[in-house]
């Protein structure tokens, strides 16, 4: 999915704390589209905290009955992982891909030096996330791929079963590609589960239906997770325990010690980068083209009139 604002700016989401070391990122609603099309609900990059791990943009939506229609558009330096919760969509790239998803199926397009792709569905029940993991200078002009991977490993313990979409999770590996320590994964949990966590990571907890409590260490606990915020946990935890019948989006990884300039699809790490990235895309050069797909490709916006600073994975 696209950052689809015409008018895209650092983002200033709300943070509060909730002791322990945790934070709560209440996000921002984001509109994206005509009068059928969908809302978001974006809590990364935040006011203070702008990654975890190599995560850097997180979109949840639904469930609400919406058309997606998201015209070609570029992408650099980044990957973008779509995980469904329910309905389908349909994934277009320049690479000539054609990939439909549903529930419990990976979609990682890695982007690279540049790629550009379009997603759209019919008009139905739509729940998901959209997520962003940026690329570690090493790897950012790597040549573009898709992956979809229908079928992923599980962790299972009492409690609660953990679909491993990105990373490592106590010792269970998704084959998806990874250029960073890091971790995604899909949590179901039915009672009480204590989840392993890698203690070198930072991570952060996402509601994604039913209901879900996190449960501190010792006698502190957090109460429910509400269905909107993201909740981040800074290293230094070896498990996470939650109770509750429902499902829970982890991310998490090594912090990431990189600055990155994000400005509308493009992560880069300079002003002079994401403009001639926009350029390029403007020119129609370096991100190939999107076949099949019934419209134009979306404008680039204008630059603000102030020059894009990198900034950290904190402001």
């Not at 994934?91 to 419990?104: F, K, Y």
Request: with cysteine.
């Amino acid at each position: 999915m696209s950052n689809l604002e015409r008018d895209p700016r650092e983002i200033r989401c709300a943070t509060t704390g909730t002791g322990e070391g945790a934070e709560v990122l209440t996000g921002r609603e984001v509109p994206l589209g005509g009068p059928r099309a969908m809302t978001v609900r974006r809590t990364l990059p935040g006011a203070h905290r702008r990654m975890i791990g190599a995560w850097c943009f997180v979109d949840a939506y639904g469930p609400q009955r919406a058309t997606m229609r998201v015209p070609p558009h570029p992408h650099t330096g980044l990957q973008t992982v779509s995980w469904l919760v329910a309905g389908e969509v349909l994934h277009r790239d320049s690479l000539g891909t054609l990939q439909e998803i549903r529930p419990g199926q990976l979609n990682l397009m890695t982007a690279g030096r540049g790629i550009s792709h379009s997603e759209e569905s019919p008009e139905t029940v739509l729940h998901g996330v959209q997520l962003w993991v940026a690329l570690p200078d090493a790897h950012r002009h790597t040549g573009p791929g898709f992956e979809h991977h229908p079928d992923l490993p599980v962790l299972s313990g009492p409690g609660f079963a953990a679909t491993v979409v990105m990373g490592s999770l106590g010792g269970v590996t998704s084959p998806a590609t990874a250029y960073s320590p890091l971790v995604g994964a899909e949590v179901a949990v039915d009672g009480t589960g204590e989840v392993p966590l890698d203690p070198a990571y930072e991570h952060g907890l996402l509601l994604l239906d039913g209901e879900a409590a996190l449960v501190g260490p010792g006698p502190s606990e957090y109460g429910p997770l509400e269905y909107g915020p993201l909740v981040y946990l800074p290293p230094g935890r070896a498990a996470v325990r939650l109770s509750g019948r429902g499902r829970v989006l982890l991310i998490g990884g090594e912090p990431f010690g990189e600055e990155l300039v994000m400005w509308w699809n493009f992560v880069g790490r300079s002003h002079d980068e994401i403009a001639a990235f926009r350029k390029e895309w403007a020119e129609g050069e370096g991100f190939g083209a999107v076949e099949g797909f019934g419209g134009a490709p979306l404008p680039a916006p204008v630059l603000p009139g102030t020059r894009l600073k990198p900034r950290g994975r904190v402001r």
